[in-house]
């Protein structure tokens, strides 16, 4: 692909600006976290995996862990069942824990995979579940406040948080060049 001398210098720019953070970061592992809202804009996406292949093609190896609550919100939206929130997270019973699963794991997951191996790079789609990938613990929102006395312990569901994390998958992953894109 040729590029124009204005596009050549803006190519120029950007390698000169990243090259310190390139020299820091050639052979670590970096984890990206990539939020659902930003998956709604096609030339964000396409930038954004062209960046993924980038930090590889330079021997950084980006471990993409995605969310998706916009995707999870039209879904549950379409099937007629409300989204409930308490304190920014989602109340999740097993009916909204099936299409968080086809949403994250199916859906988003294989469009993030399939749109980084179109810009060359060699993406593997896993969710938590896969290998053991995640172990979480249940989550609880406990409210306090002046009119409680005692604080409010709120059941949000199926919601948990990370308790640990098996690199092993990863690890293979990475080191076979390949680019891990995890739902959590």
């Known amino acids: 692909m040729a590029l124009d001398p204005e596009s050549a210098m803006n190519v120029a720019h950007v390698l000169t600006e990243a090259l310190p953070y390139i020299q820091r970061f050639t052979g670590k592992t970096v984890v990206i976290k990539y939020g659902g809202n930003a998956m709604e804009n096609e030339d964000l996406k396409n930038s954004f995996a062209r960046d993924i292949v980038l930090m590889k093609t330079v021997g950084i190896n980006p471990v993409v862990v995605h969310g998706g609550g916009p995707q999870i919100g039209n879904l549950l939206k379409a099937l007629g069942k409300e989204s409930r929130f308490v304190e920014g997270m989602r109340v999740t019973d097993s009916e ?39 172990r979480a613990r249940k989550m609880t929102i406990t409210r306090h406040g002046p009119e409680l006395k005692v604080p409010e312990i709120i059941d949000i569901g199926h919601v948990g948080e990370v308790a640990s994390i098996d690199t092993a998958i990863v690890e293979m992953l990475t080191k076979g060049n390949f680019i891990p894109v995890i739902a959590p």
């Open 96 to 134: 909204t824990m099936d299409v968080v699963e086809m949403v994250l794991g199916g859906l988003v997951n294989k469009e993030i995979v399939n749109n980084i191996n179109r810009h060359g790079g060699a993406a593997v789609g896993l969710t938590g579940k896969d290998g053991d990938l995640i």
